[in-house]
């Protein structure tokens, strides 16, 4: 899939299957949404009104109130790509993401997910 078809993905269609991956491992609805608002600085009114709009993650990303500084620190392999190597800003958003909710269906303690931040 190219990258262009990935940034007009609506969120809203992604979100659930996030949500799933970490419910079929334990992990919870309110935990993936945590890692969201860590990662974007959404809160849940945000995040409930970029799901709305059924907004695509190019608009997502966009509008975040600001990504996180700790972001960075976000390191690994996802979907065969080593995270901290990606290039296009976007994609790396993107893959940041899937990588959180990734450690966080292996089960990551929520600090370690967050990169040693409190989780709220």
């Known amino acids: 899939?190219?990258?262009e078809r990935v940034f007009k993905m609506a969120f809203s269609r992604v979100y659930p299957l996030l949500v799933q991956k970490?419910?079929?491992k334990g992990r919870t609805k309110e935990e993936v949404d945590t890692v969201i608002y860590w990662l974007t600085?959404?809160?849940e009114a945000g995040l409930?009104?970029?799901l709305a709009k059924n907004a695509d993650y190019e608009?997502?990303?966009r509008e975040a109130p600001?990504?996180?500084p700790n972001a960075a620190l976000i390191k690994g392999v996802i979907c065969g790509h080593r995270v901290e190597?990606?290039?296009d800003p976007l994609m790396q958003k993107i893959r940041w993401l899937d990588k959180l909710?990734?450690?966080l269906a292996k089960g990551k303690s929520m600090e370690k997910v967050l990169r040693g931040s409190p989780s709220h």
């Open 85 to 87: 190597e990606i290039e």
């Open 101 to 103: 909710v990734d450690e």
């Open 48 to 50: 409930n009104e970029q």
């Open 1 to 3: 899939m190219t990258n």
């Open 41 to 43: 600085g959404y809160d």
């Open 22 to 24: 970490a419910e079929r």
């Open 66 to 68: 600001r990504i996180n």
């Open 59 to 61: 608009t997502f990303f």
